[in-house]
């Protein structure tokens, strides 16, 4: 078996041209949307879950894998088989580093077997593979800080479509997002955790302070234990002597026998190991430790801890903890135990020792601060990671900028030549192919914006301007639809208000987003009212106030903050119908993000009011925009 990856020739299997500039740019905004969900996936099992959905949703793959692992403790952390969490997993840690999987664990490079014969992977494997008829195979690494933290991988069946180049780069695409992801949302995790056991190592503290009696304290102790380290039996011994006599247990037999068991101190014995080292010792198997003693009708559990307790620097005793299965505690199971034990050892001295429990607790105080403090560096980080999408929209948007102007100019063509004018279905392809350009310009116009407002670098030209005379232009633009759908649109008198200093061209933008929001929402036959008012506002100073009020399904008390939110939908978004203005159309969500933030770039303020979200009796809604008159722009 060689050690590095292979491809088969590229002569051999070509990767296919993109059949058009169409599928180009729905594969780009199905990678955007990948990118979107897992880096917006709260955890790492829905990361893993939206990476195996969006990657077929792109490569139509026969079954889609995904293992996470822990190199140091050779295990499989999580496994993920077709968008399903596999909690009885049948494969090891050995079994999946003698596959491809273990070249990629070395290399940290993907790779692509179109097949069993191809020589990258031992024989053993190759005939387990020609078993399951496992043809094409494409492993990918998922790759945080130099350090390989799993595989997704992709498998067709023999016969069908063998996989290529591009497939790899479509899947390492994603897999460097989720990584991404993965590694913000273990450090999350990492942090809850380490917070929780803080406050679990501070309440179990608390909790000890308040034992009186020697005899209650050991129970306690071993209670308070189990919620910081789990373990199947746990007791607490006592020396007495050249004897370890057990005072307390948790988990044994329900057996009287449990109260005599006496253990004799020995040379060399684990007592001994533990008193020697001052530390706590792990042994991983006990059936393969030579000289273990147990009594012989307890079951054999085959892990074991021991933990030492200690008063005035001498080892008085210990509590020893058991778990099920081999290799089962960890070293920081052994950091928790022994700062566990720390309390244990001084609730067990005497319950009159009051100031130094004291003084302990405000250490674990500390360290619930500390934690926090992590905690808040965590948020931070994901605050930058936030940072990163929104460069990535602008970046998405950017680039795309170009392919549709290229598309534009062709389309310009096209629409002037005389053949097609002359058919009427090559016109109205055209047309349709036109009008599809235009809206997707439209949204990628609409990212920018995003972009530049929330980097602050929006242009701002101002100058005195008529809302009358913007408002009139948008409804003029959306006249066809309006009597497409039997919609009205009654403007008030806003001749009377005074011209603002603003920007003509982004309030525009302005009223066409709120504008066609409403349309949107309304059903056919009903009627969208624009009207306006000056006032003097206590923060503003004198405004304009401009209200469009709709007969639509209305909205949501819980949304009407949340819909000015980039992306926000409302409804299920795959129950949307397309079109920017048909009745609940989908869209990017971005119109009213934009609003706010033009009218908050002019120092103004918009709000929506709604009864509720009905669509049978259609309460409707009502944007209220408030600008002053006065410029106080504050981007550009």
Known sequence: MTSQPKTTPSESTPDPDPSSAEDSLLEMEGLFRAAQAILDA?????????????????????RTLIFLVDHEQRQIQLAVHDGHIVDDLDTTYEELSKWLSGVVFRTRQPVLSLSPEDGIEPLETVERRKRAGTGAVIVAPLVTKGRVIGTITALNRIGQRAFTQHDVDLLMSLAMQAATALDSARMYEAEQDRRRIAEALLQAGRKLSGGTTLSEVPGRILEQLSVVVAFERGSLMLREGDMLRIVAQRGFPDDDRVKEIRMPIRDGDVFRRVEAAAHPVIIHDVLREPGWQQVEWLPKDQSWMGVPLFSKDQVIGMISLTRREASAFSQDDAVLASTFALQAAIALENAGLYEEITRFNEHLEQMVQQRTEELNQALHSLERLDKNKSDFIGIAAHELRTPLTVMRGYMGMMESDQNIKNSQYLSQSVNGMVKGIERLHEIVNSMLDVVRIESQILDMNTELTSIATIV??????VEDVLAERKLAIDIGDLSGLPRIQADPALLLKVFQNVIVNAIKYTPDGGCVTISGRKLLDEKFGECVEVQVRDTGIGIDPDYLELIFEKFFQTGKTALHSTGK???????????LSIARGVIQAHGGRIWAESQGHDEATCPGSCFHILLPVASSARLG
């Open 472 to 477: 009139k232009r948008v409804k003029a633009d």
């Open 42 to 62: 709260p955890g790492t099992a829905d990361i893993c879950l939206k990476l195996t959905a969006h990657f077929n949703a792109l490569v139509h793959a026969d």
């Open 581 to 591: 203005t048909t009745f609940k159309g989908g869209g990017p969500g971005l119109g």
